[in-house]
């Protein structure tokens, strides 16, 4: 069974970064496109970035385009996310999600599989 946990999450304040790292056990994360959402209490799950199976195809939302870079390390079963240029609206439960599929997509309903969250706070 496929597993995915997250990781990295913590307290930081505005202008600082953090990198968040997602781990996949029961399965080979060569095979899945990876996804990273984030979603606030009382509100929808939003799209992050998304990486393919090679990583040489990356598509982010465009409040953090510029300032976080999605990557990849299939050999480790891992894709991590790097947070730089933090804002105070960067806070949220930031989730790792894997999709049985080439390329990745934003919506979170397309994904086969989801972590359980880690939790990241940016402070003004």
């Known amino acids: 069974q496929v597993r995915l946990v997250e990781s990295g999450g913590g307290l930081v304040q505005a202008g600082d970064s953090l990198r968040l790292s997602c781990a996949l056990s029961?399965?080979?994360?060569?095979?899945?496109?990876m996804g990273w959402f984030r979603q606030a209490p009382g509100k929808e799950r939003e799209f992050v970035a998304t990486?393919?199976?090679?990583?040489?195809?990356?598509r982010y939302a465009d409040s953090v385009k510029g300032r976080f870079t999605i990557s990849r390390d299939n050999a480790k079963n891992t894709v991590s996310l790097q947070m730089i240029s933090q804002k105070p609206e960067d806070t949220d439960m930031y989730y790792c999600?894997?999709?049985?599929?080439?390329?990745?997509?934003?919506?979170?309903?397309?994904?086969?599989?989801w972590g359980q969250g880690t939790q990241v706070t940016v402070t003004s």
């Open positions: 029961g399965g080979t994360l060569s095979s899945y496109a």
């Open positions: 990486i393919s199976w090679s990583g040489t195809m990356k």
């Open positions: 999600a894997a999709e049985n599929h080439p390329y990745g997509v934003e919506e979170s309903y397309e994904y086969d599989y």
